[in-house]
């Protein structure tokens, strides 16, 4: 500026003024106003360069997402975490495959690339994708999760406009195995079922979401309870059972009852996650924690423990079961009728209806629901598995309901949940919520809450293992590992009544009786008489042998050894008080 | 090193350069070698040529170019006006002949083999005219009886008639620019400023709605779901891909579809494998050079040195703002290169012929150098356009 004042004269005349000196003056140079200029220029540079930086730190910031980035960063499918069973087994895991997809607006001759890309892939509808390449979309896709060899060939055909997408998919070596714990992911690797959909619910969804995981490598195996070998063997003999009983369905599990851990978990019919198609059938469903059903005489091992825990009963206490319990207009009877007075440890082994029914009475419906609340019985019990349900309660409940409640009829709920119940009346009294998880006692413990006495437990080995001793759980009583157990059978709802046909039977089974460390369950959903059976339809003469074979060839491969001699004072209160069965 | 106790031509040199601006252009070059390492191997490969191809050559040609930039930073004023002409005719002479006789490479006759060596002598002529415009600019003000306005008037028509003719339109742009910002420094009148602004932008809307090719151009720019967009997605991609950090030297993945990554599109490449925050170290730098050039100019008290300065700093700078611009999609697709870090050899030779003369033109003169200039004023005008 200094200058434009200091060499006026030179470039300005100053006399002539008028109309002509301005038209002269647009004619002028002024080179004086250059280092003015020369600024303007310099502030000009400044805002240009602010312009650029800014957008480079916009880019940074939120990347421009176009065409087939944008396009696919939401459709290509993301890594998922390797599943494991609880000895390192792998039970899902990704595989690495190519996906082709095509840019319509670059395919010059679409006619052309229908016609060669359907000689090549004769699977795809050529009407449907000439549709789809006329479209005026940037991305579509012509076929996901092709062959290295169909890759080869499609790139063979050089058609501008089509290209290849590496993906991960989702592979279930096992099969059928684990299906109903594992779920599945779809074509977009996003977890739909089962344990796949828990791992994105906690978080990996996200995850990919911030483009942190590139590959199944970058995460850490989910570790699950389940043993692929238990699993395995069960599946088969419950296959086997399916087909010999001519059964709607099969179900059972395995659960670790001072973890909560459920080592196996098999429903029949099931489907096989690496081709879920028929997964959503009607009778596909997880028995185990999604169907729902009455429990019959499993139910009583809650009652029984409900009333030596109340402090009301003892293991000697007495029922009189010589006539039919008679509530207005309705009579419960038993189904091997004694016809005697029982100790609670004959009601038990005899399955008296009329014993259990009048324990619950005898301690009214209050502590009854009490009880049950207090061992998960009336609400949904939510594990890691996301499927679910929840129980059916009775709308009103009266005497009657309780009567029926104590042998297992009105109240239906969840296989894992009487499970659950079960296995805390047999490990010292600890309700735990089961877990799919591989977890340790320790960790259990923390969560753990006391429901019964440790005394009452005892009680419930007790009896459960004279059951196997002498009761209808005989056929499960496997040598060496002293088994004990309860059979349940129980009448099927047909349209509102109950079925003199048709029975859900189950069978609950522990062992090793004296420190009890697995449960196990077997669901037969409407079993056909057969010849071995001498026409029976009820738990002992199918739920109970088919899990007495199925802990015959898994208690081997568990942690606990057989033993050639039974354990001496195994039940030392219940020798003490002088129990039925203990002289 | 360099002593100040006795006068010598080399230490006369070092003491009165703009030091800091050789700094600069120095780090520039070595940047421009490192990020040539990643933008070069995924084009060579392309090509198949070596890995480091692209490197290998741009350090064969940045080795002489130093030494041009070094030797024409010695001279004086006048002695880079002569200079310039010289170049400015042969380079004419050169375009004329690639015209009618150079190879067509891409549509275009930009080429002539000179003793086995490429060269663009477009390039060349960049830095030539800059000089010889504000020459005439300075001279037509300072002296009545030169039509200086009127030569350099004569001068931009003389120049890019030939490179439309190849034709070149970058470079037709380029230097149409620098020269209208240079007849803006040499005092232009607003009324023209403002006056053929505006009948720019008039000519520019006229040209949007009554010419299909221009309105084609202009529509793809702003809608990307509309033709060929090949070239700024894939650079769009590069960014984000890159993100503040980078993938890591020889991580990116992007660059190899991405055209031009060791020219037009090298700073897209550079983001993606050293990201955002390199990028910007860039743009730094380019800023700091031009900045710092404005500033010396502003304080030059010679005017042919102040225009000269201003306009190889407005080309410099331009040339490097476009190529950026483009790269970030903020313009449309020009073929541009970013000075001193894309390969080309022409490119980097003509380069640091300007940068020679503007550490040249910046130098720090005792007043008494100018002032004799004056009275010997009439003398000078004999020897004609020097």
Known sequence: MSADDSLPQDASPAPRRGVFGHVRDLFRLRVDKSTARVAVVALGFTALFGVIGGRLVM??????????????????????????DRNGETLATDVKSVSIFAEPRNIIDKDEAVELLTAVLPDLNARELRERLGTKRGFIWIKREVTPRQQAEVHRLGIPGVGFVPEHKRVYPNGNAAAHVLGFANVDNV?????????????????????????STDLKPVELSIDLRVQHAMRDELAKALEKYRAKATAGMVLDVNTGEVVALVSLPDFDPNNPVDALEKDRINRINVGVFEMGSTFKALTVAMALDSGKYNINSSFDARA???????AIGDYHATNRILTVPEVFVHSSNIGTAKMALGLGVEAHKAFLRKLGQLERMQTELPESAAPILPQRWGELNTMTIAFGHGLAVAPLQSVAAVAALVNGGYMITPTFLKRTEAEARTKAVRVIKPETSEGMRYVMRLNAERGSANRAAIAGFFVGGKTGTAEKVINGRYSKTKNLTTFTAVYPMDNPRYLFLTIIDEPQATPETFGFTTSGWNAAPVAGNIIERVAPLLSVPPRFEAPERPFPLMTRLGAWGTR | MVSRAERSIVGDWWWTIDRFLLASLLALMVAGLVLLMAGGPPVAERLGLSTFHFVHRQVMFLLPGIGIMLAVSFLSPRLVRRVALFIYLISLALIMLALHFGPEIKGAHRWINIGGVGIQPSEFVKPAFVILAAWAFSEGSRRSDMPGAGLALLLLPATIVPLVMQPDFGQTMLITITWAGLFFIAGLHWFWVVGLGGAGLIGIGAAYQFMPHVRGRIQRFMDKDSGDTFQVDTAMESFAHGGWFGTGPGEGTVKRILPDAHTDFIFSATAEEFGVIVCLLVLFIYALIVLRGLSLARRNEDTFCRLATA????????????????????????????PFISYGGSSLLSLALAMGFLIALTRRRPRAELMDRYPAAPAAATAPQA
């Open chain 1, 59 to 84: 880019l940074a910031v939120s990347p421009e997402q176009t065409g087939l980035r944008k396009a696919t960063s939401s459709a290509i499918s993301a890594a998922r975490p390797d599943i494991v």
């Open chain 1, 191 to 215: 977890g739909i079922a089962g344990m796949e959909k828990y791992i994105d619910s906690q978080g990996l969804q996200d995850l990919n979401g911030a483009g942190f995981t590139r590959a």
């Open chain 1, 324 to 330: 039919k319990l008679r509530y207005g207009k309705f």
């Open chain 2, 311 to 338: 306009g190889l700093l407005l080309m410099f700078g331009l040339q490097a703002s476009i190529n950026m611009a483009v790269n970030t999609h903020l313009m449309p697709a020009k073929g541009m290169t970013l």
